[in-house]
């Protein structure tokens, strides 16, 4: 399902990435991207570093205008996949949703629970490759400061939870069965770190796509199962209480073989730092 990154990107969001920064003229829209499959319900409140991206006017009201997740990394910053701020998501070129917003502090999408706030602007990482989907993440400046208790800090280089075997844990409000079933309420799926040998031989370089071992990492189980879906996109992985990735990408949902494929923090932070 590589959905998402087949288009490269185009128009405007191309200019967006050449200057680094791009002002959203208005609060934007929200789109649909991925989801959790064999996961279970959690509170918000005791992950409160998840948040929602939302555009009513792109998704509708029903599920909050959710689309895509995202996660807390500053007061006022949000990281999330850059492919969820692209037209293939959204519908429209990212400067043209004017009701774009994170949505902290709500975990029944059903509910009013939670801030939302707008989003002051978007940063799509210089270094993103919408065809290959490498350096898939965006950051997010809000335009009012969260609680210090909200952010989760990022792992660096060489950070021990990136060792296979690791446990981690993938959060969303994406799929729940990989057949459109999108979640109101916030799920969690406990999965490990695979190697990079395990996740090159899953996306080798054919149709589904090409695992890069510097920009990725890969997680899941040997037999499927667990695993981020459609809706779950830029939302959080974490590991010993760090955030080691983003949902990315990856073939289908929970399938045997198919581990999902994340955006690896400790290979974009620093970028997404300096230009913050
Ligand atoms: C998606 O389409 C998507 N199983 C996200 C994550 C995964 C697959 C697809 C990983 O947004």
Request: charged share 20%; glycine share 14%; proline share 6%.
């Amino acid at each position: 399902m590589r959905r998402p990154f087949a288009r490269p990107w185009t128009g405007v969001l191309a200019t967006a990435a050449a200057a680094t920064v791009l002002p959203l003229a208005s609060p934007v829209p929200a789109a649909a991207d991925s989801v959790i499959v064999g996961g279970s319900p959690v509170q918000v409140s005791d992950s409160p570093w998840v948040v929602a991206l939302s555009s009513r006017d792109r998704f509708g009201g029903t599920r909050s205008g959710q689309f895509c997740g995202g996660v807390v990394t500053g007061r006022t910053t949000v990281l999330t996949a850059a492919h969820c701020m692209s037209d293939d998501v959204l519908g429209l070129p990212m400067n043209r949703v004017k009701d774009l917003t994170v949505i902290a502090g709500r975990g029944d999408l059903g509910t009013s629970e939670g801030r939302e706030i707008p989003v002051r602007e978007v940063r799509i990482n210089p270094e993103y490759d919408a065809y290959s989907n490498s350096g898939d993440v965006a950051a997010l400046t809000l335009a009012e400061a969260l609680p210090e208790g909200y952010v989760l800090p990022m792992a660096g280089e060489g950070d021990p939870a990136y060792k296979a075997g690791t446990e981690a844990a993938v959060y969303g409000w994406g799929d729940t069965t990989g057949a459109g079933d999108y979640a109101r309420t916030l799920h969690a799926a406990r999965v490990r770190v695979l190697s990079d040998a395990v996740c090159e031989e899953a996306y080798p370089g054919n149709a589904d796509g090409t695992y890069q071992a510097e920009t990725m990492l890969c997680a899941g189980e040997m037999e499927g199962r667990r695993d981020a879906c459609q809706g779950d996109s830029g939302g959080p992985l974490v590991a010993q209480g760090r955030l080691i990735g983003l949902v990315s990408w990856g073939s289908g949902c929970g399938r045997p073989g198919s581990p999902g494929v994340y955006t690896r923090i400790s290979a974009v932070a620093k970028v997404m730092r300096a230009r913050a």
